[in-house]
Nanobody
Framework: QVQLVESGGGLVQAGDSLRLSCTAS????????MGWFRQAPGKERELVAT????????YYADSVKGRFAISRDNAKNMVYLGMNSLKPEDTAVYYC??????????????????WGQGTQVTVSS
């Protein structure tokens, strides 16, 4: 099993920045791609960004491209999401997720095997 714990969420104003962190523990040798998803009240969970195991390939949803940056430190079993120029529509619970089967470019929630408990990000206008 792999355990994921997110941190770094909070209440900020529009235009501010935040950095979310996700710490993986347990059988981390099983962790391949990592992803950040978010879910706003009354909406479906949506993909924010993904990063492959080496960190060399990333993917971003159009809504965050140019504002968010995903990165990982495999030596520390950590993945990060830097968020700049935050907007009220970025308000959501943000989840860290891990692919344990080395899937090619996982972008759907169903392709991730382990999930954190989520961290709330609230952006006020």
């Amino acid at each position: 099993q792999v355990q994921l714990v997110e941190s770094g969420g909070g209440l900020v104003q529009a235009g501010d920045s935040l950095r979310l962190s996700c710490t993986a523990s347990g059988r981390t040798f099983r962790v391949y791609a990592m992803g950040w998803f978010r879910q706003a009240p009354g909406k479906e969970r949506e993909l924010v960004a993904t990063i492959n195991r080496s960190g060399g390939t990333t993917y971003y949803a159009d809504s965050v491209k140019g504002r968010f940056a995903i990165s990982r430190d495999n030596a520390k079993n950590m993945v990060y999401l830097g968020m700049n120029s935050l907007k009220p529509e970025d308000t959501a619970v943000y989840y860290c997720a891990a692919d344990a089967w080395d899937r090619a470019s996982p972008r759907n929630a169903q392709e991730y095997d382990y999930w954190g408990q989520g961290t709330q990000v609230t952006v006020s206008s």
